[in-house]
T-cell receptor, first 113, second 113 residues
Framework: GNSVTQMEGPVTLSEEAFLTINCTYT??????LFWYVQYPGEGLQLLLK?????DKGSNKGFEATYRKETTSFHLEKGSVQVSDSAVYFC????????????FGRGTSLIVHP | NAGVTQTPKFQVLKTGQSMTLQCAQD?????MYWYRQDPGMGLRLIYY???????DKGEVPNGYNVSRLNKREFSLRLESAAPSQTSVYFC????????????FGEGSWLTVV
């Protein structure tokens, strides 16, 4: 079956530090890949996505590259801000077949001033 | 989270009581989902509806029922609440025309005492 594995948190960083949150997946074929962000007290919202191998998704200074060879979609940001503190979820959507997405367990990011 | 509206936002129930969580979307999407979110467990799919008039079990359906009343509305019912159902519940709907980005409601915080 499909699965998504994220690094466990919390990840604690100082403002302006470099961020990496690892995400690897298992799926048949080539799924679409997503990062969602959940700010405190809110629902999840799309941060970025990539639909095919070698695509790079980017938004708000965050980036992730769809790596078919390593089945990974790691989230990166060069300089985090306190306002980036949130929970980040990696997810995949299989192409064809089931339309039900699979989510990782989420990684909490805490950024200190 | 424009487009997906959940009610109520907060609810406290006594064990054995029943209640219904309401969800409505105004994006004319076919599919709708109900998830629960628990610490360390990420998002788990309770039930989903591929289209008006159809519903299917997800990963954790026990203790819940759903109704897809029409294309807009998808309700989740707890017939006899248990403390294990204390959780945050999210309604969501995918945009299958635009890369399957999922839109979430703001969540319903349910406590069963």
């Amino acid at each position: 079956g499909n699965s998504v594995t994220q690094m466990e948190g919390p990840v604690t960083l100082s403002e302006e530090a470099f961020l990496t949150i690892n995400c690897t997946y298992t799926a048949t074929g080539y799924p679409s890949l997503f990062w969602y962000v959940q700010y405190p007290g809110e629902g999840l919202q799309l941060l970025l996505k990539a639909t095919k191998a070698d695509d790079k998704g980017s938004n708000k200074g965050f980036e992730a590259t769809y790596r078919k060879e390593t089945t990974s979609f790691h989230l990166e940001k060069g300089s985090v801000q306190v306002s980036d503190s949130a929970v980040y979820f990696c997810a995949l959507k299989p192409k064809g077949g089931s339309y039900i997405p699979t989510f990782g367990r989420g990684t909490s990011l805490i950024v200190h001033p | 989270n424009a487009g997906v509206t959940q009610t109520p936002k907060f609810q406290v129930l006594k064990t054995g009581q029943s209640m219904t969580l309401q969800c409505a979307q105004d994006m004319n999407h076919n599919s709708m989902y109900w998830y629960r979110q628990d610490p360390g467990m990420g998002l788990r799919l309770i039930y989903y509806s591929a289209s008006e008039g159809t519903t299917d079990k997800g990963e954790v359906p026990n203790g819940y029922n759903v109704s897809r009343l029409n294309k807009r509305e998808f309700s989740l019912r707890l017939e006899s609440a248990a403390p294990s159902q204390t959780s945050v519940y999210f309604c969501a709907t995918p945009d299958q025309r635009a890369g399957n980005t999922i839109y979430f409601g703001e969540g319903s915080w349910l406590t069963v005492v």
